[in-house]
């Protein structure tokens, strides 16, 4: 008996039906969002907005960044996770992407299953900040301080899983001292309230704590990558200032929900590719703050089950989950 189901089944069917349709998915969308799980002011935020004005003119259709912070990013993660898989919904973020599952086991999506890789085009290095009337001038001295049982040494962080937490955690678990997580929805918030003085020190990307730094209300005390920031020569690594095998960079980079065409992903991926490798990009890093890095989506999506597996261990190292 030939049914509908039967017949859609027949190879001449899905041929015809390849034909058809092939060109449309190869189309980019009349309007993209680009969705930040994060809050303006930040790093990612502003990689975002320089993509969508430059995608704009690439692909020829309208790009709205949307901002969605909240529970570390999974406010926002979740949103595109349950997006159609249609490339009108984009998510641009950093590594805490693949630190979340880790600490939070009841996450709504799986990091990896439920996303495609699109392009990764920036990596991010990390600073530790306090107030510029901190009594703390040197990682050494934060680290006597932090050994003591009663220390009341705080650390901020844009919440729960994100890279800000780890490194407090990493910095615990190295150095053996007991500061506290104090987690904010957003990392400007937090950010304010080390240059207050209401938390003693916070870890967050060069670019966003720059406008900070140069106003005087902050000083950086140490830089968490292997080697240090061309932006701030001056200023020692994590392991330079007493914390052996600290590194901890974030890169930026765009995922899709599963199930997106492949031409889809090609166009988008080209657009977010053409616009890291232009001059204009470039500029903008160094004003930002960020070193350009330039992942193809097949490059990408090699490194990803990697960096979610070093991500993993680093949690159970620090036993960070749910501090």
């Known amino acids: 008996m030939i049914t509908r189901r039967n017949l859609l089944k027949h190879p001449m069917v899905l041929t015809a039906a390849a034909a058809a349709f092939g060109p449309a998915l190869a189309q980019t969308p009349t309007s993209i969002k680009f969705v930040v799980p994060s809050s303006g002011a930040t790093g990612v935020d ?10 704009e003119k690439s692909l020829g259709t309208s790009i709205v960044v949307d901002n969605r912070p909240g529970a570390g990013g999974v406010i926002g993660t979740d949103l595109v996770a349950k997006a159609a898989p ?18 939070n086991d009841k996450l709504p999506y799986d990091p990896v299953k439920d996303f495609a890789p699109v392009a990764s085009f920036a990596n991010s290095t990390l600073v530790l ?3 510029t009337q901190s009594p703390y001038a040197t990682l050494k001295d934060i680290i006597v301080a932090g050994k003591n049982d009663s220390s009341s040494l705080s650390f901020s962080s844009a919440g729960n899983g994100t890279i800000s937490h ?3 955690a990493l910095l615990n678990f190295i150095a053996g001292t007991k500061l506290k997580h104090v987690a904010y929805k957003s990392s400007p918030q937090g950010l304010l309230d080390v240059a207050s003085g209401v938390v003693t020190m916070g870890f967050l990307g ?10 005087g209300r902050l000083k ?4 968490t990558g292997s080697r240090r920031s061309a932006y701030l020569p001056e200023v ?3 392991i330079e200032a007493g914390a052996p ?8 980079f765009s995922l899709v929900p599963a199930g997106t065409p492949e031409p889809v992903i090609r166009r988008l991926a080209k657009g977010f590719t053409d616009a890291a490798a232009s001059p204009e990009f470039k500029e903008f890093c160094v004003a930002q703050a960020l070193e350009t890095e330039i992942l193809s989506t097949s490059e990408f999506a090699a490194v990803m089950p990697r960096d979610a597996e070093k991500w993993k261990k680093l949690v159970a190292l620090t036993q960070a989950k749910g501090t």
């Open 206 to 215: 060069v670019n966003g704590a720059l406008p900070l730094i140069r106003a």
């Open 220 to 223: 950086v005390v140490a830089v």
């Open 129 to 131: 900040v306090v107030a």
């Open 166 to 168: 780890m490194c407090g």
């Open 86 to 103: 249609d490339g009108n919904t984009v998510m641009v973020f950093s590594a805490n992407h693949y630190v979340l599952p880790w600490v």
């Open 46 to 55: 502003a990689v975002a907005r320089f993509m969508a004005k430059a995608m």
């Open 236 to 238: 020692p690594t994590m």
């Open 245 to 252: 095998s600290f590194d901890v960079t974030s890169p930026l």
